[in-house]
């Protein structure tokens, strides 16, 4: 299994966000105080995005090199731009399926790629 850490200011709002594009919950427990260890993944799929608090030496607003994949991209970029998030252009090249990048509240820059059923 891997995990991938994405540091954020407010992991419920985070985690929020990634519920609605589909993450599900897989583990959310304070291991300590003021230590939240927090995890979701994709139904049915081994990869994690673990939520971490952003601190100095971890700051948020990083390009995370996370892509996520879907079947409709102009369905995903309308989509994500509702939900509050600073959507990029929706790349329409003849050579590569469609994609577009977004960044979260914290600045965090994530990819969707369009991907055949």
């Not at 260890?37 to 990869?47: D, F, H, K, P």
């Not at 994949?69 to 989509?79: G, V």
């Not at 990048?101 to 820059?109: H, I, M």
């Amino acid at each position: 299994m891997i995990t991938v850490a994405v540091p954020v200011t407010d992991q419920d709002r985070s985690k929020a966000l990634l519920e609605q594009l589909g993450l599900e919950t897989r583990f959310d427990a304070e291991l300590q105080p003021g230590f939240r260890w927090l995890e979701l993944g994709m139904a049915g799929a081994e990869t994690t995005l673990s939520l971490v608090q952003a601190r100095p030496d971890l700051p948020a607003g990083i390009d995370t090199g996370i892509r996520l994949a879907t079947t409709d991209a102009r369905a995903a970029h309308a989509a994500i731009g509702e939900l509050g998030c600073t959507v990029g252009e929706l790349l329409d090249w003849e050579t590569a399926p469609l994609m577009f990048s977004f960044a979260d509240p914290d600045g965090n820059r994530f990819y969707v790629t369009q991907v055949d059923k």
